[in-house]
C-alpha cells in the first residue's frame, strides 16, 4: 500500500531539501523542528531548522514550501504571524546560552524544483 503524501510529509521533505543546501553551503545542523508548546502564559513558537554558519552566527531558519511561484510564492507566504512566531521560538532558544551568539533570520523557499535561500530574510522588528 503506498503512503499518503501528507501537508506533514511535504513540510518535512522541504526541510530536509533546505537543510542538505545549507549544509552544503557550510552550515552546521544545531537543531531541527525545535517548538515551544502553547501555554497559559505562552503563545506557540516554532523555529524550523536552527543552524550555525561559519563565522559563529545562530542562523533560525523558515522553510517554505509551495508547488509553484504563482501568487507570490513561497517567500510571500511568510507574513507577520509566522515571522513572530519565529521570533518567539528564537528569543525562547536563546534564554539557554549565555552569553547569545550574533544571529539572524534567514528563509528558505522552495518552489517547484526552484529554491532560494534569502539571508537576514527578516529582524525582530517584524
Known sequence: MASKVTTK???DEAEGRALAYLQ???LE????????????SA???????????KDGTLVFVEVRQRSSADHGGAAA???????????????HYLLQLNPWPPCRFDVVAIDGDALEWIVAAFDTSA
Open 9 to 11: 510529509s511535504r513540510g
Open 24 to 26: 552544503a553551503q557550510g
Open 29 to 40: 545542523l544545531v537543531e531541527r523542528n525545535y517548538r515551544v508548546a502553547r501555554g497559559p
Open 43 to 53: 503563545r506557540g513558537a516554532e523555529v524550523d531548522l536552527i543552524m550555525r554558519d
Open 77 to 91: 507566504s511568510i507574513g507577520r504571524g509566522k515571522q513572530q512566531r519565529c521570533i518567539r521560538g528564537a528569543r
